[in-house]
T-cell receptor
Framework: AQSVTQLGSHVSVSEGALVLLRCNYS??????LFWYVQYPNQGLQLLLK??????LVKGINGFEAEFKKSETSFHLTKPSAHMSDAAEYFC????????????FGQGTRLTINP | NAGVTQTPKFQVLKTGQSMTLQCAQD?????MSWYRQDPGMGLRLIHY???????DQGEVPNGYNVSRSTTEDFPLRLLSAAPSQTSVYFC?????????????FGSGTRLTVV
């Protein structure tokens, strides 16, 4: 069965430091992979997506992610954290199995320390 | 272009009451789905529909009913609310016309059952 695991329910970094949010997936069919961000009391906003083109994907707000098939990973990074990056981040895998499905990871709450 | 509209945004119910969460879209997407979001569990699929007249169960369907009489609307019904259904509910749509199988999310309905 397809699944997504996000390592670390809570990540804390200093402003200006590297942000690394980890995501591993399990999929028996070629997946599409997504990162979504959710700011407090808001809906989900798409950060970036992997759709079997370039393995290094650039998204909004300076975030990027690299698809590594051998490691079944899709980690999210940002070179320099900003206070406005504080939010919850969700990794998700999309696949077709009878019907289109979208499965989410548990989420990682990112805190930025001044 | 409104995208995906969910109503209401907030609702408090007493145990045993019934209600319907509304989801409407104006993008002519064939696929619509309902997710619930709970702390530490990410988003879990409740029910989905691949077109008018066709619905199916997701990961956590118990206690919820759906129907899809039109392309635009996909209401979620709670027949007898329970405290375990306290959650934030998101409606999401997609179309296979989008090469990335992109999903569009509504802004959510925050439901509290007391």
């Amino acid at each position: 069965a397809q699944s997504v695991t996000q390592l670390g329910s809570h990540v804390s970094v200093s402003e200006g430091a590297l942000v690394l949010l980890r995501c591993n997936y399990s999929s028996s069919v070629p997946p599409y992979l997504f990162w979504y961000v959710q700011y407090p009391n808001q809906g989900l906003q798409l950060l970036l997506k992997y759709t079997s083109a370039a393995t290094l994907v650039k998204g909004i707000n300076g975030f990027e992610a690299e698809f590594k098939k051998s490691e079944t990973s899709f980690h999210l990074t940002k070179p320099s954290a900003h206070m406005s990056d504080a939010a919850e981040y969700f990794c998700a895998v999309s696949f077709f199995q009878g019907a289109q499905k979208l499965v989410f990871g548990q989420g990682t709450r990112l805190t930025i320390n001044p | 272009n409104a995208g995906v509209t969910q109503t209401p945004k907030f609702q408090v119910l007493k145990t045993g009451q019934s209600m319907t969460l509304q989801c409407a879209q104006d993008m002519n997407h064939e696929y619509m789905s309902w997710y619930r979001q709970d702390p530490g569990m990410g988003l879990r699929l409740i029910h989905y529909s691949v077109g008018a007249g066709i619905t199916d169960q997701g990961e956590v369907p118990n206690g919820y009913n759906v129907s899809r009489s039109t392309t635009e609307d996909f209401p979620l019904r709670l027949l007898s609310a329970a405290p375990s259904q306290t959650s934030v509910y998101f409606c999401a749509t997609y179309t296979r016309d989008n090469p990335a199988y992109g999903y569009t999310f509504g802004s959510g309905t925050r439901l509290t059952v007391v």
